[in-house]
């Protein structure tokens, strides 16, 4: 296969496209930390799906209606805006490089007015592309065209210090620090271990544990007996996460579906450990989808845990379009499902569309999930029932691709 097509398919759904105008920010520090509405990101991509630009909105509540970009701020192309718990909201710049290289954070007030609040200058070339908060004192950015984590203060938005995870990397590949959770005070970072391709080399599982008082590596973590790789979607942030139980649980991408062999399942570190439970994994190429005309799924593109061990995720099987392969942004691949974490199962939910890759948007909002879907039907978002099953939409009916949702009702 070419080096365009690897990249095509380890860049696929970054669709959320770039431009540095904050012009529509608002500057209205009225009621800060008050908004109880949502937010959501939708993107436009040029004829080749590859490229485009992308908007991030908010609205007072998910009132049904058809929403174009015309009250939206753009964001930079193959980031997903992150949502801290403390009600910060990041975004990032270009992750190719092609854009101002730093970090934009935001508040919304009561009214759902965009409130500008500082920036961070990252290095040229650094693809960020997670971001996890500690405190109001200390943050952390997974930079993966560098291989470094910046330590740096969220609310002056500027940088206390730089780990370093270069050495981490195996021969022939960038060590790629993905996406991050905090859990006991220590960082656990997804490595993703990229050759020039953007492929995995090693069918190894791997993370970098951090000390979150002192900022430096205290382990690296590796497992070899599951036979998975590419630990976390540097993309999406919820690729890693701790459940009720304090378990963390890391969706693995494996190749993308691209080279076999090269495996993508869920494995955990269980409450009170820091090595991957080797007694337990969802094994994507050998857990048939339930209700997926093709049996099995390549890798969970987006994923967003529910509770009581449901995950609900958008599961891409490139063998649901001929043209997959060739061109992965053009293609219909994605098909919204339910993971069972407990049972290790996996099954599709009907009523749901499938989607192309660029809408990885899952949420929840106020006992229902959200998934965004850019389908042959329609464009926008849809909400799924987990008490009665039902199906609605869209709900929201969007000018683009719904890449990202989020709730703040309470």
């Known amino acids: 296969m070419k080096k365009n097509i690897f990249a095509l398919a380890a860049m696929m759904a970054l669709a959320c496209a770039c431009s540095n105008d904050d012009s529509t920010t608002t500057q209205d520090n009225n009621n800060e930390g008050d908004f109880t509405g949502v937010i959501f990101a939708t993107s436009i991509t040029n004829p080749d799906g590859s490229s485009g630009s992308a908007y991030l909105q908010s609205l007072g509540d998910m009132t049904p209606g058809t929403y174009d970009n015309s009250n939206a701020i753009p964001f930079g192309f193959g980031g997903t805006p992150i949502v801290a718990p403390s009600g910060n909201i990041y975004t990032f710049p270009d992750y190719m490089g092609n854009s101002k290289a730093e970090i934009l954070r935001y508040n919304l007030d009561a009214k759902g007015n965009w409130v500008k609040k500082g920036a ?7 693809a960020a592309a997670n971001i996890v908060e500690l405190n109001s004192e200390k943050a952390y950015v997974s930079m993966q065209g560098i291989g470094i984590v910046m330590a740096f203060n969220p609310t002056t938005m500027t940088k206390i210090a730089d780990i370093d995870l270069n050495a981490l990397s195996q021969p022939n590949t960038n060590v790629s620090p993905g996406a991050m959770v905090i859990r006991d005070g220590k960082l656990f970072v997804g490595l993703n271990q990229m050759n020039a391709q953007w492929m995995p080399e090693q069918n190894t599982i791997e993370l970098a544990m951090i000390d979150t008082q002192t900022d430096q590596l205290e382990k690296h973590i590796v497992n070899e007996s599951i036979g998975f790789c590419f630990a976390t979607r540097p993309i999406e942030p919820n690729s890693i996460f701790v459940d009720e139980n304090e378990d963390i649980y890391v969706n693995c991408i ?45 890798f969970l593109a987006a994923v967003c845990y529910g509770g009581d061990g449901k995950l609900y995720a958008y599961a891409n099987s490139n063998a649901l379009d001929p043209n997959a392969m060739s061109n992965p942004y053009l293609s219909m691949t994605n098909m919204p499902v339910i993971v069972d974490l407990k049972t290790k199962t996996i099954k599709v939910i009907e009523g749901m569309e499938i989607s192309n890759p660029h809408t990885m948007a899952i949420g929840l909002h106020k006992g229902l999930v959200v998934f965004g879907s850019a389908n042959t039907k329609a464009n926008g978002f849809y909400t799924y029932d987990p008490k009665t099953q039902k199906v609605e939409g869209p709900v929201l009916s969007v000018q683009g691709n719904p890449c990202f949702f989020h709730s703040f009702a309470k």
């Open 120 to 126: 961070l200058a990252i290095p040229a070339g650094s």
């Open 254 to 298: 494996g190749s993308f579906g691209y080279i076999p062999g090269f495996r993508g399942g869920i494995v955990r570190i269980k409450k009170g450990q820091t090595d991957i439970d080797p007694d337990y994994a969802i094994a994507f190429d050998q857990t048939v989808v339930e209700g997926l005309s093709t049996q099995y799924a390549d």
